[in-house]
T-cell receptor, first 115, second 112 residues
Framework: DAKTTQPNSMESNEEEPVHLPCNHS???????IHWYRQLPSQGPEYVIH???SNVNNRMASLAIAEDRKSSTLILHRATLRDAAVYYC????????????????FGKGTLLTVNP | GAGVSQSPSNKVTEKGKDVELRCDPI?????LYWYRQSLGQGLEFLIY????????KSGLPSDRFSAERTGGSVSTLTIQRTQQEDSAVYLC??????????FGPGTRLTVL
């Protein structure tokens, strides 16, 4: 399984941008890069995903290196509600059909947002 | 709209008892996943259902674990003869495309 490496923790100030890095040097050509986050006592929440090109949505931006061996999740203006564990995951297309994107979660990055 | 719901939210049981955990996915989502999260650990994939296809059971840790999905909607995860190491939060997720997964709040299982 292709693995990801993330810093254990990061700190930011409210209303400042946050750049969360992820290394995935063994990524394969068909692996999608997913980001989820988990707030305390809640299930994970989808943030964004991408394959090769940079992606933007209402929550965040995903910048993917040209060689795809690393990516960065960008929160443009951190809020207190963004404090969570952020997981960078490579999808592993498993058995039982073409839409099985079972996710293997690592330890993630604990983001603290200071007021 | 309604998200993924799971019941019960908390379950305390005695070692050796059987438990059933329920997941109601988002209406219209054909893919359904079960994961578990042990204390201080990341999420671990358990099983995947997609329509009428054979489920991917590759993540089930032992034959004490089983799951079914009736009518392509509600799913039940059953753990027989529970052990203390089964204590965890069990999470269900559903998806329309497979890529964007929507998680429920989880069931916290405590085996005494």
């Amino acid at each position: 399984d292709a693995k990801t490496t993330q810093p254990n923790s990061m700190e930011s100030n409210e209303e400042e941008p946050v750049h969360l890095p992820c290394n995935h040097s063994t990524i394969s050509g068909t692996d999608y890069i997913h980001w989820y986050r988990q707030l305390p006592s809640q299930g994970p929440e989808y943030v964004i995903h991408g394959l090769t090109s940079n992606v933007n949505n209402r929550m965040a931006s995903l910048a993917i290196a040209e060689d795809r061996k690393s990516s960065t999740l960008i929160l443009h203006r951190a809020t207190l509600r963004d404090a969570a564990v952020y997981y960078c995951i490579l999808s592993l297309r498993g058995n039982s059909g073409g839409s099985n994107y079972k996710l293997t979660f690592g330890k993630g990055t604990l983001l603290t947002v200071n007021p | 709209g309604a998200g993924v719901s799971q019941s019960p939210s908390n379950k305390v049981t005695e070692k050796g008892k059987d438990v059933e955990l329920r997941c109601d996915p988002i209406s219209g989502h054909t893919a359904l996943y079960w994961y578990r999260q042990s204390l201080g650990q990341g999420l671990e994939f358990l099983i995947y259902f997609q329509g009428n296809s054979a489920p991917d059971k590759s993540g089930l840790p032992s034959d004490r674990f089983s799951a079914e999905r009736t009518g392509g909607s509600v799913s039940t995860l059953t753990i027989q003869r529970t052990q203390q190491e089964d204590s965890a939060v069990y999470l269900c997720a559903s998806s329309q495309s497979g890529i964007m997964q929507y998680f429920g709040p989880g069931t916290r299982l405590t085996v005494l």
